[in-house]
């Protein structure tokens, strides 16, 4: 080969190869751009998928009662075909019973647009109110709405606000206190100062304890830490102990009954999860069915079918007779064959939803 030939060829080769590679840059190109394309469209896609409703629960701390409440909410929710990650999202958060951690976490519910918002327990439901004026919020056990200042009428909320609202038949409950212990004159209530619902069942309990002839002490604790010695000083001071739906005192019960049986001191309380717990009796609301009953309200809005303001408060006609009857053996309580026929009895199981 002579060395212009050699030359010519070799310009060919570099012409090729430039084609080439301009090819490959072109192609290349091309292909990113019909990617790019691509990832949009995926993206536009996601963003609908997160179009999804969401609901916002927001729990005030976990005890027993709360927890069957949230069970009853989720189990509902589904049952009206609203599945979790499926065709609804639920942002689930517990307060862990700390003010602030209410605050930011009503915060962040809203912030995340959240379609139906649930609080379950006065201090949760009135940290979400204190977050929104627009979004709806299902009151989850709210035991006097009102008083909490979070709807104005149980029949016509008003607002954002409506749900259900878990007063127990106190005047029941105190009356079944005097049935099981006749010879009580004293009865000492406990509760956390800082709870609204406690408040205002306290008041009605007086005056239901009053009518029956029954002295009234109360004993509001500024926290849980003070909980075991106040119990202690109860012990001397009262006949027996009753417990409105207080929820620092529900997420204490073990130390309140530990406290109490070393005196063998009665506690009548507000709900079920409280007797199974340590305590002797309640005429109470069944705690699941409650969830059940705040579920069905919040698909209800999520459907469109309502609107807070014009759905009324729902509340509880009955409740349940529970007696913890190895409680009663214990405390050499005779319950009258009455009561007994109508009440459910139960045994202390002190591990059980906890
Ligand atoms: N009603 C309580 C509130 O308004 C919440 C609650 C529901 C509760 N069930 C309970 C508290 C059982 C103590 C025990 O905050």
Same mark, same amino acid.
């Given at each position: 080969m002579s060395n212009e030939n050699h030359q010519a060829s070799h310009g060919r080769a570099l012409t090729a190869t430039i084609i080439v590679i301009a090819l490959i840059l072109v192609g290349g190109f091309t292909y990113q751009l019909g990617r790019r394309h691509a990832l949009g469209n995926a993206k536009t896609a996601s963003t609908s998928q997160h179009a999804l409703k969401r609901v916002g629960i927001l729990q005030y701390v976990s005890h027993p009662a709360l927890n069957q409440i949230h069970k009853g909410v989720v189990d509902e929710l589904e049952k009206e075909g609203f599945i979790d990650g499926k065709n609804i999202q639920i942002i689930d958060q517990n307060g862990q019973a700390d003010q602030s951690k209410l605050a930011t976490m009503s915060e962040q519910l809203v912030n995340k647009k959240a379609d139906v918002l649930v609080g379950i327990a006065t201090p949760a439901a009135q940290a979400l109110a204190n977050a929104t004026s627009t979004t709806p919020i299902v009151l989850g056990a709210v035991t006097d709405p009102v008083a909490a200042g979070l709807?104005?009428?149980?029949? +016509?909320?008003?607002?954002n606000i409506t749900g259900v609202s878990d007063q127990p038949p106190v005047a029941s409950e105190i009356k079944l206190g005097k049935e099981l212990?006749?010879? +009580?004159?004293t009865v000492g209530m406990l509760y956390s100062s800082t709870e609204d619902n406690s408040k205002s069942q306290v008041d009605t309990a007086t005056k239901a304890a009053t009518k029956l002839g029954l002295k009234v002490k109360k004993f509001a604790v500024p926290?849980?830490?003070e909980i075991a010695q106040t119990v202690q000083v109860m012990n001397g001071q009262v006949d027996f102990i009753y417990i409105p739906l207080d929820n620092t005192i529900a997420n204490a019960m073990p130390t309140v009954t530990e406290e109490a049986n070393k005196q063998n001191k009665p506690v009548i309380t507000s709900v079920d999860t409280m007797v199974t717990q340590g305590g002797l009796a309640t005429i109470g609301v069944n705690q699941y069915q409650l969830g059940i009953q705040t579920g069905k309200m919040a698909a209800n809005i999520l459907k469109g079918k309502s609107k807070p303001a014009t759905t009324p408060v729902y509340t509880f006609s009955t409740g349940d007779t529970i007696i913890n009857k190895e409680q009663a053996q214990h405390l050499a309580i005779n319950v009258p064959e009455k009561l007994m026929k109508n009440a459910k009895l139960v045994t202390t199981d002190v591990g059980k939803n906890k």
């Open positions: 709807v104005r009428d149980m029949k +016509a909320p008003g607002k212990m006749p010879q +009580a004159k926290s849980s830490n």
